[in-house]
């Protein structure tokens, strides 16, 4: 593949409420993972490990922080061709309007790229957790002389009507689509996955939402063809496969959809295990990020089981399990933490502003001690006092509070909480 034939947009995902209250500030992509990464490194980070460098992420909610985070974090060399900009939603004189969805982002950021050598565009999702190698799919994509390529994943009875499905013949070519089915035909859309995915009951063929255009074929759609179309898995998928060469690219690695705050806490809590489905320790696929000039994680008297421990972490706790721990983050005395994200703070306090803090009635940023969390996420910059019990789980229902939300039995407490000493959820 020659990367000078690809350019990459990253959809930064419309306003995010089903990630509430983590998006409450914030847009999805900038949503911190693994406790020092964002979301957005990962589809940028697998673009630049598949030697794509020309890359726009496509945003228009609460795009402050993710445009200050790439700012930081992507610039490459004078003497590169590459960059990472991001393309806010604006209105124009011929286009009055903000996005109406994925493909009517493509559509009005079409005017940034138009002055680009390239061959192919690579249209990814920006709310998605996998390692994949873009290289090979484009290179598949070449070889079989396709018009589109989408990337598909074996999906089970459980997940399928969640996503678009689709068939293919034994030349990988798409022959049908029907985007998120209902469980009451969904067993006419089986699929030959392969017998290893078949013995895991993955038998269904789901788009990932990551598509290759050929150049021309994605401005003739978007700006003649399906001009009043807005969104490409309800409306220009299904109506190319009838016209074009549309294949499918089946990847079998890991991949999670960070759709909702269940599989947000899940997939960050998966990181953990002995043997993570996605791989941070991985040579060849490294995630990029904001490079932090922090000190080393600091830990007394704290027994640690599965637990990741991000830079710059001053850690008194007496258990940590089964938990993420984020940058710069301060942990009490006598505190345990099970099964929680802790995000971390974007900064450090001073001893006089901690005085001072305590003076006023405010806990120091950070958990104080002898706190009790679990089943939790804990967004930046909290302030929590001493002997406070957060007990998530099925028991509470989901609730919108001043401070925190639950949302499956997760408890979230919102970017900022203050809660004083022997708060109880």
């Not at 009043?228 to 998928?237: L, R, S, Y």
């Amino acid at each position: 593949m020659d990367s000078k034939s690809v350019i990459a947009m990253v959809l930064g995902g419309g306003a995010g409420s089903r990630l509430y209250p983590l998006t409450a500030s914030r847009s999805k992509p900038a949503v911190p993972i693994a406790g020092k990464y964002r979301l957005v490194d990962i589809p940028i980070s697998n673009c630049i490990n598949s030697s794509i460098n020309r890359i726009l992420v496509l945003t228009q909610f609460n795009s402050a922080s993710l445009n200050k985070h790439i700012k930081n974090t992507y610039q490459f060399s004078l003497f590169s061709k590459g960059f990472v900009d991001i393309v806010a939603a604006e209105q124009t004189p011929d286009n009055p309007q903000w996005f109406q969805g994925t493909a009517d982002a493509v559509r009005q950021s079409l005017r940034h790229i138009i002055n680009h050598d390239f061959d192919y565009v690579l249209i990814l999702s920006g709310d998605q957790l996998y390692q994949m190698d873009f290289e090979t799919m484009i290179d598949t994509h070449k070889a079989k002389g396709a018009d589109i390529s989408i990337a598909t994943i074996p999906v089970g009875d459980r997940e399928a009507p969640e996503f678009g499905i689709l068939k293919a013949n034994e030349e990988n070519i798409i022959t049908s689509f029907i985007e998120k089915p209902d469980k009451s035909i969904i067993g006419e859309w089986v699929s030959d996955t392969g017998d290893e995915m078949k013995a895991h009951g993955r038998i269904y063929l789901a788009s990932m939402g990551i598509y290759i255009f050929n150049r021309k074929l994605l401005f003739d759609l978007l700006e003649d063809e399906k001009k009043d179309a807005t969104d490409f898995g309800k409306e220009i998928i299904p109506s190319s496969i009838e016209k074009y060469k549309v294949i499918s690219y089946q990847y079998d690695g890991y991949w999670t959809d960070i759709g909702n705050i269940y599989s947000f806490f899940e997939a960050n809590l998966a990181l953990t295990e002995e043997l993570p489905p996605f791989n941070l320790f991985d040579n060849q696929k490294v995630v990029f990020s904001r490079a932090r000039m922090l000190p080393p994680a600091k830990i007394s008297g704290t027994t640690l089981e599965k637990t990741i421990i991000a830079e710059g972490s001053i850690i008194s706790a007496s258990r940590i399990e089964n938990s993420v721990i984020g940058v710069r983050s301060r942990i009490g005395h006598g505190t345990t933490i099970v099964s929680s994200y802790i995000m971390g703070n974007d900064f450090y306090e001073t001893l006089q502003e901690i005085e001072n803090n305590i003076l006023k009635g405010i806990p120091k940023i950070g958990i104080g001690d002898r706190c009790y969390f679990k089943n939790a996420i804990v967004d930046k910059n909290c302030r929590i006092g001493n002997d406070v019990r957060i007990n998530g789980g099925e028991h509470l229902s989901n609730t919108d509070h001043a401070l925190y939300a639950v949302k499956d039995g997760i408890v979230v407490l919102k970017k900022g909480a203050i809660l004083p000493d022997g708060f109880v959820i």
